[in-house]
């Protein structure tokens, strides 16, 4: 199925892009797909933890991703 990836801050400075269109297995998982970003993405694993938020919404390890969905990668933030 497809969807439609969002990369903010440091990990659209590793992906080379701010939005990529990617084919992922149908009834993935949160949880399954940060493993497939990793495989896809090896660059993605220098950032130490990052929220998923799916279609604006972040969202928990259980949530089955769907058709079309919008996920965000939303690495940590820091500054003043």
Known sequence: MKIQLLAFGIARDLLNASSIE?????GSTVLNFKA???NQ???ISSIQSFAIAVN??????SLIIQEKDVIAIIPP???G
């Open 56 to 61: 604006e919404e972040y969202a928990q390890d």
């Open 36 to 38: 497939f970003l990793a």
């Open 77 to 79: 933030v820091s500054g």
């Open 41 to 43: 993405f090896p660059s």
């Open 22 to 26: 990617l084919e992922v297995p149908n």
